[in-house]
């Protein structure tokens, strides 16, 4: 079993994932080109592998794609396929629109390859991206059928409008510049009572979010990344983030124990056992054992123990990142047990040919997910959070 991050396995399989065809499986993803591009190049820049295994004249060729996928009017599309080139009208438009995500991240693929961003068409992306905001502060993912905002309310779509705003140096002073302050009470306003950050006000905290609203805030702020607006809040947010390490790493292993079955039916004939409330506790069973005592864990249960995105969820590898980067931001990540963490990644999740899988067993760059779609996505983050 493998007992630290498999470097030459893990550039092997990055380098297959951008110089070769990707998997069947992948298919399906042909519109996400961009995501897909922006996470291999991530992740092999993270490695310390990326200049040193592409030409000057492939990072040309990288970054001429990009830019073939800006859009006319502001912001990039996902891939080159939905350009409609001479065939574009004003009747078809919204057949070939721009993505928030895809804009963020074609700039921050740019940004890996160290492209000045001087073909980017900062005031149309600026613009573009005003027109994306919503009344309640949030951002759509883009502009369809006679420049209607597309897109649920999104944290993930805030995050990218925040940091599309602070690459191309946004400011208030301008005259395209986007609702700062309204996005601002939108983050505040997703903080949940347990101290988290859900994808919008009344929903469930998540740990994705959580990093996302804080990065956001900063961007848009003068605030420091390790600054909180309160004391108070802080404390919430990383008390939940800590909880969130678990052991659970299958779905089989969450079972309920069967030891209240007797309790609550009795045999034939026999009187039915009710627990009795005395002086405020409740006195149970001889049978039946207090919980405490039954979920007490194991010492081999918390040799691994990765980290969960919700509350009562199995571990899942991209949220070591998620979560691990939350904590590290809020100078926390020592109440972590980071060892358990390093070994559910290395010897759990990490594949034998390189890459990550979403859980234990799972092949990586095989198992679409549903959000975000590839489990490349899973392999970078979990690359970063192990390495």
């Not at 963490?341 to 899988?357: C, D, P, S, V």
Request: hydrophobic residues 40%.
């Amino acid at each position: 079993m493998a007992t630290e991050l498999n470097k030459p396995s893990q550039i092997r399989y990055f380098l297959r994932c951008l110089k070769t065809h990707l998997p069947t499986a992948y298919t399906s993803n042909d519109s996400l080109r961009m995501t897909l591009a922006f996470f291999t190049l991530c992740a092999l820049d993270l490695l310390g592998a990326l200049h040193t295994n592409i030409t000057e004249s492939e990072k040309a060729a990288y970054v001429d794609w990009v830019y073939r996928c800006q859009h006319p009017d502001g912001g990039f599309r996902g891939f080159t396929g939905a350009d409609l080139g001479a065939a574009g009208n004003a009747e078809n438009r919204h057949w070939d629109p721009a993505n928030i995500a895809a804009t963020y991240f074609a700039l921050a693929t740019l940004s890996i390859l160290d492209d000045d961003m001087g073909k980017v068409n900062r005031r149309g992306c600026l613009n573009w991206l005003k027109r994306l905001q919503k009344s309640d502060g949030t951002f759509g993912e883009a502009l369809g059928l006679h420049g209607k905002v597309q897109g649920e309310r999104d944290m993930r779509f805030c995050y990218c409008a925040a940091a599309i705003r602070w690459i191309l140096g946004g400011d208030r002073e301008e005259e395209q510049d986007i609702d700062v302050d309204g996005l601002l009470r939108f983050f505040e306003a997703s903080q949940t009572y347990e101290g988290g950050f859900a994808n919008g006000p009344f929903h469930e905290a998540n740990g994705a979010m959580s990093l996302l609203g804080k990065l956001s805030t900063s961007m848009t702020t003068d605030r420091p990344l390790n600054v909180w607006p309160s004391l108070e809040s802080e404390q919430r947010l990383v008390g939940w983030l800590v909880g969130l390490q678990t052991s659970t790493l299958q779905e089989e292993d969450i079972s309920a124990p069967d030891v209240l079955e007797s309790s609550v039916h009795a045999d034939a004939g026999e009187e039915i056992i009710n627990p009795t409330v005395e002086a405020a506790q409740v006195v149970l069973p001889e049978n039946v054992r207090p919980v405490a005592e039954m979920i007490k864990p194991f010492k081999e249960d918390l040799v691994w123990a990765g980290m969960t995105g919700r509350c009562n969820k199995v571990a899942d590898t991209c949220y070591a990142f998620w979560t691990g980067g939350s904590l590290q931001i809020l100078n926390s990540l020592h109440l972590l047990d980071q060892d358990a963490l390093a070994r559910y990644l290395i010897e759990k999740t990490q594949h034998r040919i390189g890459g990550f899988g979403k859980l234990p067993g799972d092949v990586p760059g095989m198992s679409i997910v549903p959000d975000p779609p590839p489990a490349q996505i899973h392999v970078a983050f979990g690359s970063e959070a192990a390495d």
